[in-house]
């Protein structure tokens, strides 16, 4: 019986399962962590609720990243927070709660409603300011100022921009029918991309974010589609059988995807100004996930050519394929870490999938989630810290991140059965 990758048995089916939620608390063992604290903000610019909110909002973003441990409240409110940003006294004070790295806050108002931010960054065994940002904005885009200043923060620490910033798309039944939706990396401000009434999936982005494209079911059939911003939709493949799993070229000239356009499923690659089509594998195999490297050079797919499927790689011509060594009897969803250094996949054990990262060049495989239910389609982050991935850890599939090592998992969704998330680089 020849094996079907998991990319084509969610075009015909979703599991449907008892709505449930769960709490997934954050882990930092094992990882050395820098400690922060987060001070009470000041200023005229927002009531006393706004201000904490966008406290917790910038302790959130810090403690995601993977590299900040954030100071208990309970430890914080042991010693009062300074009445100006940029007038930290009493530094031993909060270095006794164990922050070795002070963050202080101000929202000011100005004319003609718009916001100051002013956020401070303060080494407590000196007491000398290691960073001070201004932020200014209207009121409305208060969390956005936060957020910046989050990936300002966490650029200073470790040379990389954050992710605070940064979208993940994906694919949600939750009015029904499955359709793609967007939200910010944490989970908040969900919104509805596509309305076309019958099932949508496999969203991917383009690089500029003004391209999303998907397969869709609205001509009664697993096409492939694109949709460019102010041009609305276009189709891409239409035959019969499949069109999926689309990926853009970090260029964004390009587009991968596979089809079974003479029966058999192979990949196809997609010039997106000619609309010209070439096919890069033939093979009486079913070859689908193309991906993209970072550099655009190389592609990885997943191929049942020699039995059960498996992880491979080929040029960018469809030229020197190679099998990864990856682990499992059934590999699925291969996706470049951003730096092209690794590559996260789907592989099966006892039954379900759970989630994998492949080091290239140490040849050796990383087994990141183990608990209950699947795990499956993860995508990295921008900055190659975290990844996302849908979970049917709780009896429906939600979306869940967590850090590059399994640790600091979070859901991000609740609503529906939730699927192919695509993190916008």
């Known amino acids: 019986m020849k094996h079907i990758p998991i990319a084509l048995i969610l075009l015909f089916s979703i599991s449907v399962f008892a709505q449930q ?20 903000f000041t200023g005229n610019g927002a009531d006393a609720a706004t ?47 164990g922050a070795k790295i002070l963050v202080t806050g101000e929202i000011r108002a100005e004319e003609g409603g718009q916001l100051l931010f002013t956020g401070v960054v303060t080494d407590t065994k000196t007491c000398k300011k290691i960073v001070t940002r201004r932020y200014r904005g209207e009121t409305a885009l208060l969390k956005k100022l936060i957020h910046s200043f989050a990936d300002d923060v966490i650029f200073v620490f470790t040379g990389k921009r954050g992710i605070t910033n940064s ?29 076309i009434g019958s099932d949508t999936i496999f969203p991917a982005v383009s690089h500029d974010r003004k391209r999303i494209a998907f397969t869709s079911y609205r001509n009664h059939n697993p096409d492939l589609f694109l949709m460019t911003v102010g041009q609305g939709i276009q189709t891409i493949y239409h035959a019969e059988g499949i069109g999926s799993t689309p990926d853009f070229s970090p260029d964004g000239k390009w587009l991968l995807f ?14 997106i100004d000619k609309q010209t089509t070439n096919r890069l594998t033939h093979h009486i195999a079913i070859d689908t996930s193309p991906r993209f490297s970072p550099n655009g050079k190389e592609i990885v797919f997943t191929s049942d050519r020699y ?22 009897s059934y590999n699925d969803s291969p996706v470049w870490s951003p730096d092209g250094s690794r590559i996260a996949y789907v592989a099966m054990y006892n039954n379900k999938f759970d989630i994998f990262i492949y080091n290239i060049a140490e040849n050796k495989n990383i087994r990141l989630t183990n608990g209950n239910g699947s795990s499956e389609y993860p995508s990295w982050s921008p900055d ?18 967590m850090n590059i090592n399994g640790s600091g998992l979070i859901q991000l969704t609740n609503e529906g059965n939730n699927t192919c998330p695509f993190w916008v680089k």
Not at 258 to 271: L, M, R, V
Not at 384 to 401: D, H, N, P
């Open 51 to 97: 201000m904490e909110i966008s406290r917790k909002l910038l302790s959130r973003d810090l403690q995601l990243t993977g590299v900040f441990h954030v100071i208990p409240e309970k430890n914080m409110a042991l010693v009062p927070s300074p009445d100006s940003p940029e007038n930290v006294k009493n530094c031993e004070a909060f270095l006794s709660v």
């Open 384 to 401: 190659g810290r975290r990844i996302v991935f849908s979970s049917s850890r709780t009896g429906s599939w939600q979306l869940v991140s």
């Open 258 to 271: 596979s089809a079974s356009k003479d029966g058999n499923t192979d990949i196809y690659i997609y010039n």
């Open 167 to 195: 979208r993940i798309a994906f694919v949600s039944d939750r009015t029904g029918h499955r359709e793609v939706y967007i939200m910010d990396y944490n989970g908040d401000d969900l919104r509805q991309l596509t309305k």
């Open 307 to 328: 039995g059960a499927p498996r992880i491979y790689a080929m040029d960018r011509d469809g030229l020197n394929i190679r099998r990864l060594n990856t682990q499992g």
């Open 21 to 40: 939620e769960f709490e997934l608390t954050l882990s930092t063992k094992g990882l050395d962590l820098i400690e922060i604290g987060i001070a009470g």
